[in-house]
Structure formats: structure tokens, C-alpha cells
């Protein structure tokens, strides 16, 4: 037996010490005489079976055979799961255009007044339909420009999509990106109709901070309505994801929502989490983006567990792919019907991989295969890294366009989160 290559050891006292696992995401605490036992885990093979904790560990998969190559096991997961096709999973932008102005933008010169036409509305239909024999699962994820600027498409494409899953016996699971603006309590209850179960919604700093970023193409601002709506549904949708884009700018408003956002929470569907602006296809000023060093101080001097839910907010997530950019059963649809493996790339020519209409012939180009055949389980940068599970290499669209692999923020800050999850645990059993 030997310790996993996976595991990260925290100290929490002088008496207690933190172990995560990410391979299998699991948390434990041992005693300092526990700890000294693992640690020096060769001495006691062969009496692990009297080890009560030391038993548990082997369970969780904190102790793994001496045999075990775990890098093998990752890599057959992530090309399990990169080439399965149980799943397809589309995110489709049923237009680029958009009722505001956002500074940092990076789609502000690919927006045009255009909309999805019959033509590629029937080719989606027909591929989900081509895919229905096939697949166990459907993720839709409804995405623009805004798209509730076209909500009859997003009606006629939910509706059919809904009607193959039932006849099919596939599961279809939806999420929809938005400004939050047109979120009204009617098209709440809308949109509840057409399946869609989770929002994710960007607000910018308090309202002074996001009106000044996130407005109406006349100036005017966007934050009371958007808060107002997002009140008007907080009895109505399952779960809303707000997304607070930080800077150096904003940086001290991310507990300023926080606090909004709790007053109006009755039914806990709220999870406000910070976003780091990128200066992407240089539509900001890299001046005013955190660098990932400053971003992680950021994001540690703001978490604050208190309480269950918030501790499994926070708590990490396994991949075996980083996203659908690197899963060859997901595609980004432009209101055009040009595909895309990554939503940052859509409306750039340049990086579509082919189109709706032959999807089968004209996929597999340089973009494609950038995305696709990167193989971090074996990269000489991320292969002995102890949270690779939950890195995957890293952002794909990051990786492709800077030519090596990208660590995630939160590489810098977890062992600051994963101790503060413990601790409040810990307290919890107290």
C-alpha cells in the first residue's frame, strides 16, 4: 500500500491534520498519533487491517494498492468521458445581440440584430433527434448576445427537444446564461414550462460599481432591475448562480452583494460566487484584471463558511474533462448554425469547427483538434500535480490560445478553503 499522489495534508492544530483527496474528492481529519501512523505508512502495512482509520483511508482512496498507477486510472476517465457519447451536450445562442453595453465585452464586435432562422432550428432538431437512440442525457445551455432577446426560439427548440427526450427515455436537463434583465416573474414561469432548471445571472459590485459596467446601450443603468427580478423569482426557480465580476476595481463589493443577495434569499437558490475579468480577445484594459496570484488573495480573504450549504458551495469539484470544449459530444451553436467547442470563441470565423448543416463532414479541423487531443494526465507540466482531478489542465480555450496548459485559480487558494471547510465541519460535530 502506499499513500495517494492525490492527497493534499493540511494542519489545522497541533493535534489535527486535514487530509483531501482529489481523485476521489474526499476530506478526513486525523489525530497527530494517527497522522505519525500514516505517515510513515511502510512500517504498518501489514497491520492496516488494525487500524480502524487506517481502513477508512484505504476505503476513500487516501491509501491505494503499492501497484496502483493513478494517472492511468485518471487518463482512462478523461478519455472515457472526452469520447463517450451517453451524453450530448449543446450550448446554443439563439442570438449575439444584446440589450447592453458591457465595457469589457468580448463579443462587442461580433453582435449583429440577426436571429436563428427555420433552416437552423430544424438542423438542431434533426441532430438531438439523430442523437436519441443513442444518448441517456440531453444539456442544453441557452446562451447569447442575451438570449432572452429570442425567447419564441428558445420556446420552439425547448418544446421539441423536450417532446424527443420523453420518447426517447432521455433525460434533458437545461441552464440558461443571462443578464438577468429580462428575468421576469412571467418568463420565470415560462421558462420553469420549458425545463429550464438553473440560471447563472453577472452582477458587477454594488449598483454604483455595476451600472457603470453593465448598462443599456442608451447609459442607463441595469442593477435595480435586474435585482428587482432577481426577488420577483426567488420563490419561482430552482437555483440561480450570480456571478460577481471582480477587478481592482470593484474588489470590495463582492460582500456588499453577498449581503444583498441574503436579504432577498428566503429559499436558499442563491449561490454568489466572484468572477474573475479576463481581458478577453483585448476588449478590457489588462491593467485592471487581477493577475490569478491576485485574484486567489482576493477569493481567500473572502471565504467565510458558516454554514452547511455554503460549505458545499465552496467545496471542489472532480472533472474528468475541464468543460465541453474538450468533449467531443459538445458543441457551441451560434444563431447561424457555425459550431464552436468554446462559447469565448463564437461569432469569430476564424475558430468554427464546421456548421449545422454538415455537422458530420466538416468538425474535425486544427481548432477541433487543439481542443481535443490534449492529454493532461501525461503533460510534463500538470501530470504530478496533487489536484490535477479537479484541474483537468486547466481552462481548454485558455491552454489553446497561450500554448501550454493553464493552472486554475483556485490552485492558489484551496488549501486556505478546504481548511476553513474543515474546521467548520469540525465545529459542526462539536
Known sequence: MKKSKFNLEIPISDDQ????????????????????????????????????????????????????????????????????????????????????????????NERV?????????????????????????????WYGGEPLLEVDVIKELSNAFIDICKNNNIEYIAHMVTNGYLLKKETA??????KVSSYQVTIDGEKNSHDSRRM????????????????????IVPRVSIRVNIDKQNEDDLMLVKNQISEIDTMNVFNVYPG???????????????SDNEFANMRQSNIKI?????????YPEIRSTYCGADNTSSFVINYNGDLYKCWVDIGDKEKSIGNIQQIEQNTHNSIFFDY??????????????????????????????????????EKYYLTDKLKAIGEFLLSEIE
Open 276 to 290: 474573475k475579468v479576463e481581458n478577453t480577445n483585448n476588449a478590457y484594459n489588462d491593467n485592471a484584471c487581477f
Open 189 to 194: 414561469y415560462l421558462l420553469n414550462d420549458l
Open 372 to 409: 481535443l487531443m490534449f492529454d493532461s494526465t501525461s503533460d510534463n507540466k500538470c501530470k504530478d500535480c496533487e489536484i490535477l482531478p479537479i484541474c483537468m489542465g486547466g481552462c481548454p480555450n485558455e491552454r489553446v490560445s497561450k500554448k501550454e496548459p493553464q493552472c486554475i485559480t
Open 17 to 108: 491534520v486535514l487530509i483531501y483527496n482529489s481523485m476521489n474528492n474526499g476530506l478526513n481529519v486525523m489525530s497527530k498519533e494517527e497522522y505519525e501512523v500514516f505517515n510513515n505508512l511502510n512500517l504498518y502495512i501489514k497491520e492496516i487491517e488494525n487500524y480502524s482509520f487506517l481502513k477508512e483511508l484505504k476505503h476513500d482512496g487516501f491509501i491505494v494498492p503499492a501497484d496502483t498507477d493513478e494517472n492511468m486510472i485518471l487518463r482512462y476517465k478523461l478519455f472515457a468521458n472526452r469520447y463517450g457519447n451517453s451524453k450530448l451536450a449543446l450550448t446554443i445562442a439563439p442570438t449575439l445581440n444584446c440589450n447592453f453595453d458591457c465595457v469589457y465585452c468580448y463579443e462587442q
Open 306 to 314: 458558516d454554514s452547511k450549504e455554503m460549505a458545499m458551495k465552496e
Open 113 to 141: 440584430k440577426s436571429t436563428m432562422d427555420s433552416d437552423t432550428i430544424d438542423s438542431i432538431i434533426k441532430l438531438v433527434e439523430s442523437k436519441s437512440k443513442n444518448i441517456d442525457t440531453l444539456l442544453v445551455c
Open 216 to 235: 443599456l446601450h442608451n447609459g442607463r443603468g441595469t442593477y435595480d432591475v435586474i435585482l428587482r427580478n432577481l426577488k420577483d423569482i426567488s420563490t
